[in-house]
């Protein structure tokens, strides 16, 4: 099946800076990916859509200047948080959907936790 | 708007069979998805219903009625690692955008 890498796994960083985290499709091009949150024991929430070579579409609720999204080649999209808080700690996971399987489902990648302190 | 309904906890015995329902309301429609997420680990896709019907595949099967909006996720024969949540997901029309349930975390008793 499709292979996702999401890297890093863990991060911890203070309050106000900016942490970038990276997702790879690894054996096959994924034009477009997308990028959850998931707080503890809740379900994923769809952040945005990340469209190779043009902008992302944001869900409603969430800031684009804020969660700054780019995927610039057909297997790399990132997440930049932005001045991060506390309130950003959550666990990222990116996913891309399956452009070789019929039911086109989502491979996820391993997931970063953030922890801002 | 977008909502799909799913129990909370379930617990159930090893060997036994449990049923997972799930239910949706969402502006479009283009499959269904079950996925399983352990604690700490991202989701791995379990099964995938577009069509009304019974879909199994081993131990797992889904069901799907798009005119009631509702599936459920059959387990057969549970061993102690099926102890996990279970998330119902619904693909909108257009863009391919995933929603998912809140999950249904699934606890299998010795």
């Known amino acids: 099946g499709a292979v996702v890498s999401q890297h890093p796994s863990w991060v911890i960083c203070k309050s106000g800076t900016s942490v970038k985290i990276e997702c790879r499709s690894l054996?096959?091009?994924?034009?477009?990916m997308f990028w959850y949150r998931q707080f503890p024991k809740q379900s994923l929430m769809l952040m945005a859509t990340?469209?190779?070579?043009?902008?992302?579409?944001?869900e409603q609720g969430v800031e684009k200047d804020k969660f700054l999204i780019n995927h610039a080649s057909l297997t790399l999209s990132t997440l930049t948080v932005t001045s991060a808080h506390p309130e950003d700690s959550s666990f990222y996971i990116c996913?891309?959907?399956?452009?070789?399987?019929?039911?086109?489902?989502?491979?996820f990648g391993e997931g970063s936790r953030l922890t801002v302190l | 708007g977008q909502n799909i309904d799913q129990p909370t906890e379930m617990t159930a015995t090893e060997g036994a069979i449990v049923q997972i329902n799930c239910t949706y309301q969402?502006?479009?429609?283009?499959?269904l998805f079950w996925y399983q997420q352990h604690a700490g680990e991202a989701p791995t896709f379990l099964s995938y219903?577009?069509?009304?019907g019974l879909e199994e595949k081993g131990r797992f099967s889904s069901f799907l009625s798009r005119s009631k909006g509702y599936s459920y996720l059959l387990l057969k024969e549970l061993q102690m690692k099926d102890s996990a949540s279970y998330l119902c997901?619904?693909?909108?029309?257009?863009?391919?955008?995933?929603?998912f349930g809140a999950g249904t975390r699934l606890f299998v008793k010795a």
């Open positions: 996913s891309a959907r399956g452009t070789e399987s019929i039911t086109g489902e989502l491979f």
């Open positions: 054996d096959f091009q994924a034009t477009t």
């Open positions: 990340s469209n190779e070579g043009s902008k992302a579409t944001y």
């Open positions: 969402t502006s479009g429609f283009n499959g």
């Open positions: 219903n577009v069509l009304d």
């Open positions: 997901a619904v693909r909108d029309t257009g863009g391919f955008k995933t929603i």
